[in-house]
T-cell receptor
Framework: NAGVTQTPKFRVLKTGQSMTLLCAQD?????MYWYRQDPGMGLRLIHY???????AKGEVPDGYNVSRLKKQNFLLGLESAAPSQTSVYFC??????????FGQGTRLTVV | DQQVKQNSPSLSVQEGRISILNCDYT??????FLWYKKYPAEGPTFLIS?????DKNEDGRFTVFLNKSAKHLSLHIVPSQPGDSAVYFC????????????FGKGTKLSVKP
């Protein structure tokens, strides 16, 4: 069982560049989430999706866009990367119960 | 405003002793609480949860206690083992809120042999 898979695992971007982070889950979960983790800040919700074709903003959505064209995939885009977006990004999915399953994370550095 | 607070950034415990990790919350609408464990370079993994209708939930060496009147929960690990060394996140949600989990900042537990 793959669970939740994130690609890429590491990336270095220059300021102003764009990129897309991919999250894929094979558990047929309806809900999917993107979090970022920064030192001393815990996990903060960026965007989430409650089903295919739907997305919504979380706590820190600015500078990010998302899409959920297929139920199993949730994409996080950075259109113009900034150093403040240097972080570790985690994707999670959830079933009807509240326990969330997380991917292994994407470490992004913006220089 | 932090809705879920873990006021101790770190905790060091001797192997075999009890580890107690604390978490406070401010939102009285929260009705489900979870603890996640995170090792370096890995994603968080679910550890144990408790519904607001209970005051205790036990799973092997792990017990979570909930004090609703104080808006406080704690995770007890007995006995602590070196493999328990990790960052522990407390999380809370409101059922029906589309699964949105609000996380605390985490407590780094070090269990020394």
């Amino acid at each position: 069982n793959a669970g939740v898979t994130q690609t890429p695992k590491f990336r270095v971007l220059k300021t102003g560049q764009s990129m897309t982070l991919l999250c894929a889950q094979d558990m047929n979960h309806e809900y999917m989430y993107w979090y970022r983790q920064d030192p001393g800040m815990g996990l903060r919700l960026i965007h989430y999706s409650v089903g295919e074709g739907t997305t919504a903003k979380g706590e820190v959505p600015d500078g990010y866009n998302v899409s959920r064209l297929k139920k199993q995939n949730f994409l996080l885009g950075l259109e113009s990367a900034a150093p403040s977006q240097t972080s570790v990004y985690f994707c999670a999915s959830i079933s009807g119960v509240t326990e969330a399953f997380f991917g292994q994370g994407t470490r992004l550095t913006v220089v | 405003d932090q809705q879920v607070k873990q006021n101790s950034p770190s905790l060091s415990v001797q192997e075999g002793r009890i580890s107690i990790l604390n978490c406070d919350y401010t939102n009285s609408m929260f009705d489900y609480f979870l603890w996640y464990k995170k090792y370096p370079a890995e994603g968080p993994t679910f550890l144990i949860s408790i519904s607001s209708i209970k005051d205790k939930n036990e799973d092997g060496r792990f017990t979570v206690f909930l004090n609703k009147s104080a808006k406080h929960l704690s995770l007890h690990i007995v006995p602590s083992q070196p493999g328990d060394s990790a960052v522990y996140f407390c999380a809370a949600s409101v059922r029906g809120s589309q699964g949105n989990l609000i996380f605390g900042k985490g407590t780094k537990l070090s269990v020394k042999p």
